[in-house]
């Protein structure tokens, strides 16, 4: 009968490869190379899996498979990334301790995934909230203090009330959380900062030579945003400080005609005059609840002449100081030199508060340029300057200042440094604590009773020894107000005593990012009660060789993870510069109508209905046939019963091969549609280009099924394993039933002759004088000239017109070109 029992045979070889650990990771042989496959391990959300997901891991588990079965040896793991909000906020709505809601999802995660047939090593499973795993992201945090990475500041924030915590600016969008929308306002508070700006250029670099989407590589490299440029000086009265402006163009120096500051300036308050007092003070105020984004967004122009002025480097002219919003305090220097002619924003700026435009550029072929122009040419209007190209007057200016002492070079990043405190309670304490001071040293018995301050300008360190410094049980996980986050009112584990002496901990926990910066470090050793990982494990699996997962991963993830790698490297801890070396984002699977899957909708397809339908080899061949990989596209359930139909005619092929009981041989044509299907499929699965090796696979299939005489057991066993990576329960019962009573997981990849690859025949163009007036189909390898005239003679067309004068030349490259040159 037409059908395919997947239910049965589905677990039974679930239930075969967990009872001989078929994917347990191998000891690293040295005769065989290595890949460690991995994914991006997924938040345990209440929510269970969605279809998304099952994509970028069967793309990745059938890159493992092959890899096996090619004579690699790999690691492949999954984990949990199980701290974060979601857990809390549910907690908070029902009282469930976040981490009985953790367990329970990655519970239903786990089986889900189990039911889809991927060949993890789940003894390598690991969880960013195990205990044992916290140690050692605290114990990488304290490395990072100890080398002055980490360190506290009172910064600005963005605070989100509604969520009742800090949020790094890539988690602000339009002055929005990214998370739930919610309002985000700016206050100052202490916090934890990690100094990724001191890696930005190592980023920048690090990135040649990644084997990554392009797309990928340029939002890092925009996030990172290297500017190279200037640093000038203007002088500014009295006893201050100079203002230091970074500009991109010191070329238009002479073409300065105000300086801007950005209103959180540090100098705004003493520059400004009395006079101005009142104005620049309400200026101030009411842009400081303004984002940057909608700072810099396309807004009028708005700001204020502070009512003092600074000396121009080079001329010693008075310049204009104004505060102006379109400056950001957070870029260079928060100064700009204003150069209207040159510069959009400027030239707004100046026509608003009608302040002067001296042109000081010209473009080369065009002496009468529109302003602003914004473009390179040619000095004018500049002194010694005039004359030079942008380029070299760039380098005269800069060699100017730097003889006057009044400027040089500069480098400048947009990337800013990392947020990492968080005043949440579902994260990794933050391992530092401070001493307590007593208002009354002598009386103090206890900081719970007696007034103290925390003397947060002496921050140690967690003893080693002591991690991990798990979080206190708490009933009550609603933030509160205080900014110090709800640890602080868990008072008997804040405060400690040490050596007679009381000691206040930090409050905050780390941001979610944390966990997922070094998992792939840990995968390669999860059993080391040591050390984090062994020197071994890193040279034995490091780095990764394929990673998969989402593009919205493109910039935070994988900045922070190659940032903390960079780290860990220059500390010792790992002998590969960069984690990731191959990257491939899936692309996102959209409802049958093409939206985004969401229960709003009412268009999301849950895995499970797919698995107890028709099977997870189903899903996975779906999934992986519905298009290139990295492609967005709809789930369209009329094809899930095309593979459906596959399986069947598949499993139905092999039916007949047992019956037919026949070790080898096939005619010819089957031969080669063989050949061919195994070449296609191994170039297919190296390149990643899964639809097209199934859709190679389909065509064989069903070339089989028309064959009169059932195929032999040989080009069964060759299609079972050549399937066994998209459909692996279906290629192990296929590979059973040919007689085998071991699993096909390390059963050598097929190998194809390459002769049989090829056509015998070609079909060539019949030129007449260079032009084609025929085409005739000839043996590949015919050297006779005389054959492939006489066959193109045959043609009425192409005899018309080679007998239309003489034949003075036949040219003839056998299997390429035949042409007549008739005069
Ligand atoms: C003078 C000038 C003249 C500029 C000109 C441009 C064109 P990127 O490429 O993004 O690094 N700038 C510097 N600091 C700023 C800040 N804190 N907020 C807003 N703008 C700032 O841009 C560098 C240019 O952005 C600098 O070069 C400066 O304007 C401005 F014809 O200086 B320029």
Not at 350 to 369: I, M
Not at 679 to 702: C, P, R, W, Y
């Amino acid at each position: 009968p037409n059908t395919y029992p997947f239910a049965p045979i589905e677990a039974k070889w679930q239930k075969y490869w967990s009872d001989n650990a078929t994917f347990k990771t191998p000891v690293r042989s040295a005769s065989k190379p290595k890949k460690y496959i991995l994914d991006m391990f997924p938040y345990p959300s209440g929510s269970g899996l969605h279809v998304g997901h099952p994509e970028g891991y069967t793309a990745s588990d059938v890159m493992a498979r092959y890899y096996r079965q090619t004579g690699h040896d790999v690691l492949h793991p999954m984990g949990w990334d199980s701290f974060g909000l979601p857990a809390e906020q549910y907690a908070m709505q029902t009282g469930t301790h976040p981490e009985v809601t953790t367990f329970k999802n990655i519970d239903t995660f786990k089986r889900q995934l189990k039911s889809l047939g991927f060949s993890y090593d789940w003894d390598k499973e690991i969880a960013t909230t195990d205990p044992e795993y916290v140690r050692w992201t605290q114990w990488i945090f304290i490395q990072l203090f100890n080398k002055g990475l980490a360190a506290q500041s009172s910064v600005s924030v963005n605070w989100c009330p509604a969520l009742g915590t800090v949020l790094a600016n890539e988690e602000v969008i339009n002055g929005l959380s990214e998370r739930g929308d919610h309002p985000v306002k700016r206050l100052p508070l202490r916090q934890w900062v990690l100094e990724i700006t001191k890696y930005a250029d190592r980023l920048e670099e690090g990135l040649e030579g990644l084997d990554w989407p392009a797309g990928t590589m340029t939002s890092q490299k925009q996030w990172i945003g290297k500017s190279s440029g200037c640093d000038i000086a203007f002088e500014t009265p009295g006893d201050l400080p100079k203002i230091t402006v970074f500009t991109t163009r010191c070329d238009t120096l002479m073409g300065v005609t105000y300086v801007s500051l950005a209103p959180e300036h540090p100098l705004v308050a003493d520059l400004t005059t009395a006079d101005r007092k009142e104005e620049v003070d309400a200026y101030v105020s009411e842009t400081s609840s303004r984002s940057d984004m909608d700072r810099t967004s396309n807004k009028e122009k708005t700001g204020v002449f502070t009512g003092s002025y600074c000396v121009h480097p080079l001329t010693g002219e008075s310049v204009p100081i104004w505060v102006a919003d379109y400056v950001l305090g957070s870029y260079g220097s928060g100064a700009v030199m204003a150069v209207p002619a040159h510069d959009e924003r400027d030239f707004e700026f100046a026509e608003k508060f009608n302040l002067d435009v001296k042109a000081v550029v010209q473009p080369a072929n065009d002496k009468e340029a529109e302003l602003p122009f914004t473009g390179t040419g040619v000095n004018v209007n500049s002194g010694e300057f005039d004359g030079l190209k942008t380029g070299k007057a760039k380098k005269a200016v800069m060699r100017k200042l730097e003889e006057l002492d009044m400027g040089g070079e500069k480098i400048q990043y947009k990337l800013r440094d990392w947020l990492f405190s968080r005043q949440r309670y579902w994260g990794e304490p933050i391992p530092i604590y401070f001493p307590v001071i007593f208002d009354d040293e002598a009386a103090a018995t206890d900081p719970k009773t007696c007034k103290h301050t925390i003397d947060y300008d002496t921050p140690i360190a967690v003893e080693e020894s002591e991690l991990p410094l798990e979080l206190p049980p708490m009933e009550d996980f609603h933030p509160g107000d205080d900014p110090a986050g709800c640890l602080a009112r868990a008072a008997d584990w804040r405060y400690f005593q040490k050596g007679g002496k009381w000691f206040a901990r930090e409050t905050n926990t780390m941001p979610q990012w944390a966990g997922s910066c070094w998992y792939y470090l840990r995968y390669t050793d999860t059993k080391n009660n040591e050390q984090a990982w062994s020197e071994k494990a890193d040279k034995d699996w490091l780095p990764v060789d394929l990673y998969v997962g989402g593009a919205e991963h493109a910039v935070l993830h994988l900045l922070y993870a190659r940032f903390w790698h960079q780290v860990l490297y220059d500390l010792g801890h790992t002998t590969h510069k960069e984690p990731f070396q191959k990257l491939v984002h899936q692309g996102m699977i959209l409802g049958a109508d093409n939206e985004k899957m969401s229960k709003s909708r009412g268009n999301v397809v849950n895995p499970d209905d797919v698995v107890l339908e028709t099977g997870a080899d189903s899903l996975r061949l779906y999934e992986m046939f519905m298009g290139p990989l990295e492609a967005v596209k709809p789930w369209q359930t009329e094809q899930v019963s095309g593979v459906v139909r596959f399986q069947r005619k598949l499993y139905q092929v092999c039916q007949g091969v047992v019956a037919e009981d026949r070790e080898s041989g096939e005619d010819e044509e089957t031969t080669k549609i063989l050949h061919k299907t195994m070449k296609k499929v191994t170039a297919d699965i190296e390149s990643m280009s899964f639809n097209t090796a199934i859709s190679a696979l389909m065509v064989l299939t069903n070339h089989l099924a028309s064959l009169k005489t059932p195929a032999s057991k040989d080009t069964m066993e060759k299609l079972a394993l050549m399937v066994s990576p998209f459909a692996p329960h279906l290629g192990e019962e296929c590979w059973s039933m040919m007689g085998h009573d071991e699993s096909l997981a390390y059963a050598p990849w097929v190998e194809w002759d390459d002769a049989l690859t090829v056509d015998n025949e070609v079909t060539m163009g019949v030129q007449v004088n260079g032009k084609v007036r025929g085409e005739i189909t000839i043996g590949k390898d015919v050297e006779d000239e005389s054959v492939a005239v006489e066959l193109a003679m045959a043609q009425e067309k192409v005899a018309r017109y080679t007998e239309a004068g003489k034949v003075v030349k036949v040219i003839f490259r056998p299997g390429k070109i035949l042409n007549f040159i008739v005069k």
